[in-house]
């Protein structure tokens, strides 16, 4: 989201605009999602903290979990966004910026609602973290290798991790199989890849070969390419468990 | 009816008003004796750590106020493992309405903990808070739980048994979110307001 509207764009850039906030969140609802997740890019590009005046229209209208990403940068903040109704918090840049945001968070609200979001693209020395990635002027290389950040946010307390692979963004040629093996080979706590998704079957590759939690698609949906229920039908007629 | 939704304070309080608000029904948060003494219906949602949730309750002497209630109380997710006698999330004494221990879940093969995202329930008891409950979805949340209790209304399976759904006399409680688990959690929270406990 930016700008109070949601956008996607390609590889992180080139945002289009894709709809009202609150017309998509019940769109989503109605179509079964099991969760959504609201990205406010321009927050920590901007050293801003999120917007929050959405997040309570959008709580009461979603009988499905949330969580809400975007500049969350103190237990205090996250506070705020906790009790306007949202159910995780997710952080990226500002736990980048300062790892023991994380411990402080799970020790206030408890890991199960502390979702590290990393970006995350593969080199030839391995894959590096990107932050600052709403914003292409500012993003930054992260002092951080991936692997490591995923060992290192699970010791702080993290509760779940969202791998956004910033190779395969919006580019719908499927998720980064190779990167989330890698990943889940090291990650106890639930994975949720993003990035990549283009059609039905990326999705039953993702949860079978790479053995994720959940997949997390944005494009896909935005475009009407894919529908949710159809997508739920296919994945339970494959023998992945979902909820219909 | 009045439905007092007790204030915690740093909680999912947000998202429980406004299940209640699509039910039809206005929650009043509080943390006065007086109003939560008075209501019809008694919630005590949860989101964060055993340890800081006492001591919240304690402040306000809500934990010696709560287990002393008459009237039907619901406890979610952390509310539920608050009226269990134990929790080992911080080594907490906790208010001992149910009988059981919240302990920490153990990992097992190919499962993440804490366990988040939606699961089916299984009731062991008929009881008409779990009227239409069997087999539906819903979301849970947490890395801790309870294995076993005398007070078991509902389990759910993840790589092991625990309590999903708690009853005892005038108190329920569930460790998933009946406010995020879509219609399924609607019938729940419903059954709750309609049910004579």
């Known amino acids: ?244 | 009816m009045k439905v007092a939704v007790v204030d915690s304070g740093g909680a999912n309080i947000g998202s429980v008003m406004f299940a209640l608000q699509r039910l039809g029904v206005r929650g009043e948060l509080t943390r006065e004796h007086g109003t939560i003494r008075a209501a019809d219906r008694v919630i005590l949602p949860g989101v964060g750590a055993a340890a800081d949730a006492m001591a919240r309750l304690g402040e306000f002497e809500l934990d010696k106020l709560i287990p002393t209630l008459t009237q039907p109380v619901l406890g979610i997710c952390l509310g539920m493992q608050l009226l269990f006698e134990h929790s080992a999330e911080g080594d907490v004494d906790c208010m001992g309405v149910f009988a059981g221990q919240v302990e920490q879940m153990q990992a097992h093969a190919g499962l993440s903990i804490p366990h988040m995202g939606w699961n089916t329930i299984s009731p062991v008891r008929d009881l008409p808070l779990l009227e239409g409950a069997a087999g539906q979805y819903f979301y849970f949340v947490h890395g801790f739980s309870v294995r076993t209790s005398r007070d078991v209304a509902a389990t759910c399976d993840y790589g092991e048994a625990f309590v999903s759904v708690a009853v005892k006399e005038n108190f329920c409680a569930t460790q998933f979110h009946p406010e995020r688990s879509a219609a399924a959690g609607a019938r729940m929270l419903s059954n709750f307001l309609e049910v004579k406990m």
């Open chain 1, 1 to 244: 989201m930016r700008d109070g509207v949601v956008v996607k764009g390609v590889q992180f850039q080139g945002h289009r605009i894709m709809g009202g906030i609150l017309e998509l969140a019940c769109r989503y609802r109605d179509e079964s999602a099991d969760e959504l997740v609201f990205y406010d890019i321009t927050a920590s590009p901007e050293g801003r903290s999120v917007d929050r005046s959405w997040i309570t229209r959008v709580a009461a209208e979603l009988d499905i979990p949330f969580c809400v990403a975007g500049g969350i940068r103190s237990a205090r903040a996250a506070e705020e966004v906790l009790a306007a109704g949202a159910d995780k918090i997710s952080v990226n840049t500002p736990a980048l910026e300062n790892p023991s945001l994380i411990d402080d968070l799970a020790r206030r609200f408890g890991s199960q609602c502390v979702v590290v979001g990393i970006d995350s693209r593969a080199a030839d020395e391995g894959y590096q973290v990107y932050m600052n990635t709403g914003d292409p002027g500012r993003m930054s290389k992260a002092p951080r290798q991936t692997l490591d950040w995923v060992s290192e946010v699970q010791s702080r307390g993290a509760g779940e991790i969202v791998l956004n692979c910033m190779n395969n963004d919006g580019v719908r040629q499927g998720y980064d199989l190779e990167q989330l093996e890698s990943v889940r080979a090291i990650c106890q706590v639930p994975l949720i890849a993003s990035g990549g998704a283009g059609c039905q079957e990326h999705f039953f590759d993702v949860f079978s070969r790479a053995r994720v939690d959940g997949a997390l698609a944005a494009s896909v949906f935005h475009s009407g390419n894919i529908r949710l229920p159809d997508l739920k039908q296919y994945l339970k007629d494959n023998n992945v468990q979902v909820r219909l």
